[in-house]
Every structure is written in C-alpha cells, then in structure tokens.
C-alpha cells in the first residue's frame, strides 16, 4: 500500500512539473504576405518564479538578423497564454509598461494607434494566440488565434509598441534579454 502511495505521488508530481514547465510548440516558420519570418527565440514569463503566465516567441525575417533590431526590420511576436487574462489587464498592463517608458507627448503621438490596438483586444483563455507581425511596408498587424484583428500603419507606434516586450522596462527586461540574444 505504502508503495502504491509513493507511486501515486510521483506520479502526480511528474504531470504537475510537465504542466509547469511544457513549452509551446510555435511554428519554425510564420508566412505573411511577401516575407517569411524565422523563428529565433522563446521564454516563459513566470509569476513567484514557477507559475507560467504565458510564452513568448520571436520571429525575424528570412534574410535579415535579430541584431539589427531596433530598426525596422521585419519582425513578428507569437504570445501564447497559460492562464485566463481578462481585456483590462492585458491593456492595463501594456499601458503601464508604456508610460514608464515614453513621455505623454510621446504616446499621444500614437495615441489614435493605441486606441485601435486596444479595442481589438478580448480576454484570453489559457492555450490562446496574439500574435503582432510589423513589415515596413505595411506596419503592425495584431492577430488572436491565427484571425487577423487590426492592422496599424505606422511605424513610430511599431517601434514604441513592441518595445512593451523588447525594451528596457524592468516589467519585461528578462524577457527582451531572453528573445533578443
């Protein structure tokens, strides 16, 4: 009985680790229109250090480096969620982390851009999908589950709104670090 017990109990402890720890598998490759993005890196944002919260995964595009990122490269951001978020916080987060980075003048330069963003978003369920993909060409395009949701031309609010997960801000710096290496 006692062996059962502490089978029973490993058991358990293995499915708990394999929730906790289980990486999404994203695609090696995103198609959008007339460019191919290549995936370089991923990393779990984890609340108290072992409650994944979600999955990020960075794309480049085929035939230019991650390294020359900040400029305006084409680019595509898969964020893939372990955990029910509610719209207001997925906005009030991204909104906070953009005020401690830009001066109000810089955000009410964007500020049309930003309200469209916003609207497009809905609450997420665990296992759900945004993705942003930016092309010089067209701008930033948010999608929800592989359905294109919003597409924003310009590219100031590109360089400001990816910089929420690849910036400086102490919110997101592990993971910018992690994505961008």
């Not at 900040?70 to 969620?81: D, F, G, T, V």
Request: glycine share 6%; charged share 20%; aromatic share 12%.
């Amino acid at each position: 009985m006692i062996n059962r017990i502490k089978y029973l109990f490993i058991g358990l402890l293995c499915t708990v680790w394999t929730c906790l720890s289980g990486a999404p598998n994203f695609p090696e490759r995103l198609d959008h229109g007339e460019i191919q993005y290549v995936k370089t890196n991923s990393h779990s944002v984890k609340a108290f250090g072992f409650i994944k919260l979600l999955t990020a995964c960075l794309y480049v595009g085929e035939g230019y480096d991650i390294e020359e990122y900040p400029a305006p490269i084409p680019i595509a951001l898969r964020l893939q969620y372990d955990r029910n978020f509610k719209k207001g916080s997925l906005v009030g987060s991204a909104d906070k982390v953009l005020r401690d980075q830009y001066s109000s003048e810089q955000l009410d330069a964007i500020s049309q851009e930003l309200e469209s963003i916003n609207s497009a978003y809905v609450d997420v369920r665990k296992g759900d999908e945004y993705t942003l993909i930016y092309h010089p060409s067209r701008g930033t395009t948010l999608y929800f589950n592989d359905k294109e949701e919003v597409n924003i031309p310009c590219q100031q609010f590109a360089e400001i709104y990816f910089s929420i997960w690849l910036g400086n801000h102490p919110d997101s710096q592990k993971l910018s670090q992690q994505l961008l290496k």
